[in-house]
Nanobody, 121 residues
Framework: QVQLVESGGGLVEAGKSLRLSCTAS????????MGWYHQAPGNQRELVAT???????NYGGSVKGRFTISRDSDQNTAILQMNSLKPEDTGVYYC???????????????WGQGTQVTVSS
């Protein structure tokens, strides 16, 4: 099994920055893609950013130019640097990893519990 733990959320004023971290642990054979997803109150979960094990990134339209995803593969960690935060960025941020564990050769998706980000206007 693979576990994901997010950290770094909190309350911040609009225009400020936050840095989220997601660390994978457990019986990890390999991790393919790691990513962050945002769920605002009453809305569906939507893509923020993903990064492959080769460093290829993809961003959701609303965060391009403001958020940056990076990855430390040695530490099985994905970082989301969020700058110029807006009130609409408020919500729970979930980390997702596509990974293979030592007990399953199949590439499976794993989710963290989420971390709350609140941006005040």
């Amino acid at each position: 099994q693979v576990q994901l733990v997010e950290s770094g959320g909190g309350l911040v004023e609009a225009g400020k920055s936050l840095r989220l971290s997601c660390t994978a642990s457990g019986s990890i054979r390999s991790i393919d893609t790691m990513g962050w997803y945002h769920q605002a109150p009453g809305n569906q979960r939507e893509l923020v950013a993903t990064i492959t094990n080769g460093g290829v990134t993809n961003y959701g339209g609303s965060v391009k130019g403001r958020f940056t995803i990076s990855r430390d593969s040695d530490q099985n960690t994905a970082i989301l640097q969020m700058n110029s935060l807006k009130p609409e960025d408020t919500g729970v941020y979930y980390c997702k990893a596509k990974a293979r564990s030592y007990s399953a050769f199949t590439l499976l998706e794993y989710w963290g519990q989420g971390t709350q980000v609140t941006v005040s206007s």
